[in-house]
């Protein structure tokens, strides 16, 4: 079990920064002009940084996505106060509650160009881009790209980094730099699939520093796992392996964990960063909240809950009225490996292992072509947020293990 290992002030000076700021090596930071001159095509107002702990080279910047998809058109307004998002979350989530289908008006077509804060990291050790293989990774709900590098030894960017991959992550339609367009009618699941639809197919055609991606590996975390998983049902071709953390087949703990992140107005919570925000983009109340959700004591940092909860960010009323389970993927045929913390809230309502195996029966529920090469993991006495705990690094290895025996 790893001790504190950076101070609470150098982790909030990390969250604030648009990227994180660590000790460079001379040589290192001498070579980034070449580097952002060689890899910043396809970025608008690039920039380079290290990645949290330092293992990786990270080219930063928007990218200007059109996409159209058919969204929900939903008979709802935005909420004019917080006592209408409590009581639309009890609603919401009471027992055989009706209510995201009694607001469904039925398709809506959206479509628009929409700006999106990528980066694109590689290897530092390596200096260059080694375009066969990508991991492509999208975050869950009331999180940004920094989740995938929250701090100096809770980052999947600088463990894949060390691995030898090149790794992608963004900020989702609505969350953190990129575009915050309505939250009920445009932010919605169906338009996020989309977005990623079109990122994945500029880095296989050398959209992003001019390298074209041989293979792509799809990574998401909780809301991030249910669209990489809507992806491989609606675009099969896009990945050839896929990773689902946060994630199950098994709904029964959504209505008490969103019962205990306590849903927000976030432009009342967090003024200071997400005043600009209108009524229907909520957050947490609370770091009390954001625990409940997300950790599971004794297995975290409470540095690693202070960051989260200076970082959170948002779920648009559209993603949450629209949450429905992804398809069946019958046409993807490459390997996946779920990965969860054995005392996930949300997605194994606290247990995964009663009264089943919940991570292990997504194959079989969702991936029934997937190959022989799939597997399963939990994370021992681990909650939703797999990067905010202790046993992060042995939950990569286990990803990294299982991408190496497939011939990733």
């Not at 929900?72 to 935005?78: A, D, G, P, S």
């Not at 990623?196 to 792509?216: D, M, P, S, W």
């Not at 675009?235 to 008490?256: C, E, H, Q, R």
Request: with cysteine.
């Amino acid at each position: 079990m790893r001790s504190s290992i950076i101070s609470a002030a150098a982790l909030l000076a990390t969250c604030t920064s648009a990227a994180p700021v660590v000790e460079r090596t001379a040589d290192a930071q001498a070579n980034f002009p070449g580097i952002l001159a060689s890899y910043s095509a396809g970025f608008k107002n690039p920039t380079i940084q290290s990645s949290a702990g330092g293992q990786a080279i990270c080219i930063s910047g928007f990218v200007d996505i059109t996409a159209s998809a058919n969204n929900f058109l939903l008979n709802t307004e935005i909420p004019a106060n917080q006592s209408a998002v409590t009581q639309l979350v009890t609603e919401l989530m009471q027992v055989n509650s009706t209510k995201s289908k009694s607001l469904n008006g039925g398709p809506n077509h959206v479509s628009g160009t929409y700006s999106i804060y990528s980066q694109l990291c590689f290897p530092q050790a390596a200096g260059t881009i080694d375009a066969t293989t990508l991991q492509f990774l999208i975050h869950g709900s009331g999180l940004d790209r920094s989740y995938w590098n929250a701090a100096p030894g809770y980052s999947y960017v600088d463990y894949a980094a060390e691995q030898g991959y090149t790794t992608f992550l963004y900020d989702r339609l609505g969350t953190g730099l990129s575009d915050h367009p309505d939250p009920v009618q445009v932010v919605q699941l169906n338009l996020q699939v989309v977005i990623a639809h079109e990122l994945i197919q500029l880095l296989r055609t050398g959209g992003f520093a001019n390298q074209t991606f041989k293979r792509v590996v799809g990574v998401g975390h909780s809301y991030g796992s249910a669209q990489t998983a809507s992806i491989t049902a609606q675009y099969p071709k896009d990945f050839d392996a896929i990773v689902l953390t946060g994630w199950s087949a098994d709904n029964s703990g959504m209505p008490v964990a969103f019962a205990g992140l306590d849903l927000a107005i976030a432009n009342q919570v967090a003024p200071r960063r997400l005043a600009a925000l209108n009524n229907g983009y909520l957050t947490s109340a609370g770091i009390e909240g954001t625990q409940f959700f997300f950790f599971r004591e004794p297995q975290f940092d409470p540095l690693l809950l202070d960051l989260a909860e200076a970082t959170k960010q948002t779920l648009s009323l559209g993603e949450l009225l629209t949450n429905i389970p992804p398809k069946v993927s019958t046409n993807f045929t490459g390997p996946i490996i779920v990965v969860n913390g054995e005392n996930d809230l949300p997605n194994c309502a606290g247990n995964c292992l009663v009264p089943y195996n919940k991570p292990a029966a997504v194959k079989a529920a969702f991936y029934p072509n997937a190959s022989n090469g799939s597997s399963w993991y939990l994370a021992p006495s681990t909650g939703h947020g797999l990067t905010f705990h202790y046993t992060a690094d042995a939950a990569y290895a286990h990803i990294h293990d299982f991408l190496k025996k497939n011939g990733f």
